[in-house]
């Protein structure tokens, strides 16, 4: 078994992009917005802060509390999408229930789309491929640049994803299909789950429930993404996979943490240079 090391490919792609900064006539300047009082993603936007740093991208957080009206949420959103400062936005998901996260993700002009959420940049990458976009979903990217990194064989894989957000599920469905893998997605009203995961020879996890895949539900040599991010007892994190138990058949594994989260950051910035680039 070897780690899918995200951490240590997201250092990497850290240094490259703050050689490229450093050519850049005008700095590139990421606008992070937070509404709420969610622990998770206050630490997202803290640790997407550090990196920034680190890469030579500027930073601007805009924090609202939970109750914030979505009409000063958009409005925000304009003032920033009129900003000659700003090279990209990104709103923290997930929102208060009360505000609408798809009329805000709309609000987003898609030149300053850092996540590639917005319908135009999605419907592009879906369309074209991440070659052709400008942008592309950050935590899928991240991944196939894992998966390219350490050499995992994709063409002709059976690969089989649990989730179906537009931030995980179906972007990287798409990516994983682009480079001729054979797809199932699976979800919560997929009947015996244990049935496709067994014939997975890459396992994508993105359903956001602590150790749901266990060893007997995968084969031996499955390579093995584990995107979930759960809290378990003392505020330790866990992901969707059982690590202790399915690391003994997988050929490689993503931990939790420092497998995709990291690189999902990593490639928010790479989506900000290149958006800044444009």
């Not at 090279?87 to 993700?105: F, N, R, T, Y």
């Not at 499955?222 to 690391?247: C, T």
């Amino acid at each position: 078994m070897k780690i899918l090391n995200g951490k240590k490919l997201a250092d990497k792609y850290i240094r490259i992009l703050s050689r490229q900064v450093a050519t850049m006539k005008k700095r590139p300047v990421l606008a992070m917005v937070l509404v709420g009082n969610n622990p998770a993603s206050k630490i997202y936007v803290g640790r997407k802060k550090i990196l920034c740093e680190k890469a030579g991208i500027g930073s601007q957080i805009f924090t609202f509390p939970e109750k914030t009206s979505e009409k000063k949420i958009l409005d925000l959103i304009g003032s920033l999408n009129k900003s000659r400062n700003i090279s990209a936005i990104m709103v923290q998901l997930p929102l208060p229930k009360h505000i609408d996260k798809d009329k805000v993700i709309e609000a987003i002009d898609p030149r300053k789309d850092a996540d590639c959420l917005h319908p135009l940049n999605f419907g592009r990458f879906t369309q074209e491929g991440e070659k052709y976009s400008v942008v592309a979903p950050a935590t899928p990217l991240g991944i196939i640049r894992l998966l390219e990194e350490y050499k995992v064989k994709i063409e002709g894989k059976n690969a089989v994803i649990i989730g179906r957000s537009n931030i995980v599920g179906k972007p990287i469905a798409q990516m994983l299909l682009n480079r001729n893998a054979t797809v199932t997605i699976c979800h919560r009203h997929t009947k015996n789950l244990k049935s496709y995961t067994q014939k997975a020879d890459i396992l994508v996890v993105a359903a956001g429930k602590m150790n749901l895949i266990t060893a007997d539900m995968v084969q031996k040599g499955v390579v093995v993404i584990d995107v979930g991010v759960n809290r378990g007892e003392n505020k330790k994190v866990f992901g969707d996979v059982d690590f202790k138990s399915v690391s003994k058949k997988a050929s490689f594994i993503t931990p939790v943490p420092g497998g995709v989260g990291p690189m999902t950051i990593a490639m928010l910035l790479w989506n900000t240079v290149k958006l800044a680039e444009k």
